[in-house]
């Protein structure tokens, strides 16, 4: 008999109406991931530290509504298109495109933020938990409708998340449109090492497999520049406490309040290959010895430390989130792609397979 197992539990009502479930999936390596088919949600994930100990090491909510009441997007699956999209258009095929504009939209029209107003991380999916040998997970499936926040094309998607026996969570997503359209999915998990409610992640050691990266004007939006990380606050190439140079001035860091940035992953270059996929990046904490790599089939990792986490937000059991309580690593392609021609595109033609993969790799240091 597998040592891995699963459970699934009620997960309460969301805003929209729809029942939500919980599934706790027991890794057989010891890593428990307890998640939602509410968008795919990360609830809760326990990571053993250098002396066995488990600790839920992910910022999240105890229901739904602390993500119906807030920042939605803690650890949920981001969709159609991860990140930002300038003023919330874009072209194709000869045809204008307008999204909602929300975010970064003090008095005028902002940008379209992880997917709109009801992003892919808000609905119900269809779910269904699975053991596979040693691996326990779960398939989640939805259909996006044509014209769902503005988007071209009704989208078919399916989500795959695995735990295997060696503590790895895997994160595979498909998706076919029926017209062309842009995608671009992403996992949105928080990751903090000391635990929920364990303060400031500026302890936390991090690498960035990347010598470039994309800076923004000042609403977020990348310029279109690539530019070297070489002998700036974004040169995570060798490993650097997130704290380091987190708070010098410039430019970048005072736009974002921190990091809040899009790397373009050195492919194959310093990390090497590894069956398709590339070392985004690694974090550990040095007070308990917990770390995580990140490799993935994506170029490019949006590094974002909860600049704008708000006290006022009420966390699991009681706890209040914090400034920089969390630091997500968001495997992507670069924001606002569908307007900079000359990045890699993020248009998946009428019929065409879109596929992405992503490993977070749990192990101590
Ligand atoms: C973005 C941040 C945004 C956050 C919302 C990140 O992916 O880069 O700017 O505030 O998501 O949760």
Redesign the pocket.
């Known amino acids: 008999m597998s040592k891995a197992s699963y459970q699934v539990v009620e997960f309460g009502v969301t805003k929209y109406g729809q029942k939500a479930k919980k599934f706790i999936l027991n890794g057989a390596g010891g890593v428990v991931l307890e998640v939602s088919d509410y968008g795919g949600k990360v609830v809760r994930l326990f990571t053993p530290d250098r002396d066995g100990n488990l600790k839920d090491v992910v910022v999240g909510f105890d229901d739904p509504s602390g993500w119906d009441n807030g920042?939605p997007?803690?650890g949920c699956i981001i969709g159609r298109y991860?990140?930002r999209i300038a003023n919330g258009r874009f072209s194709l095929n000869g045809v204008d495109y307008q999204l909602p504009a929300l975010n970064n939209a003090p008095g005028g029209i902002g940008c379209n933020?992880?997917g709109g107003a009801r992003g892919w991380d808000a609905y119900v999916w269809d779910a269904e938990p699975f053991l596979d040998g040693e691996s326990v997970g779960v398939v989640f499936k939805r259909t996006s409708e044509d014209g769902e926040e503005g988007f071209p094309g009704k989208v078919e998607v399916v989500v795959k998340y695995t735990l295997t026996s060696d503590n790895v969570w895997r994160v595979e997503y498909a998706a076919v449109p029926d017209k062309d359209t842009p995608i671009n999915m992403t996992q949105?998990v928080y990751f903090n090492f000391k635990g929920e409610a364990g303060g400031t992640i500026e302890d936390h050691v991090m690498t960035i497999c990347a010598s470039n990266f994309t800076p923004t004007n000042a609403g977020?939006i990348p310029t279109g520049e690539v530019v070297s990380v070489e002998g700036t606050p974004f040169d995570f190439r060798n490993s650097m406490r997130i704290g380091e140079r987190i708070n010098e001035p410039n430019e970048q860091l005072e736009i974002?309040k921190g990091y809040?940035h899009n790397w373009v992953l050195d492919k194959g270059v310093m990390a090497g290959g590894d069956g398709g996929l590339i070392k985004a990046g690694a974090l550990y904490c040095p007070l308990n010895g917990r770390a995580v790599e990140v490799w993935t089939t994506e170029p490019c990792l949006?590094v974002?430390t909860a600049n704008?986490a708000s006290y006022d937000q009420t966390a699991k059991g009681g706890e209040h989130l914090s400034f920089r309580c969390g630091v997500?690593l968001?495997t992507q392609h670069a924001p606002d792609s569908p307007n900079k021609p000359q990045w890699p595109t993020t248009i998946v033609k009428s019929g065409e397979h879109y596929s992405s993969m992503t490993e977070f790799r749990f192990g101590t240091l």
């Open positions: 920042d997007y803690w991860g990140n933020l992880h949105h977020q974002g809040d949006q974002y704008w997500a968001e």
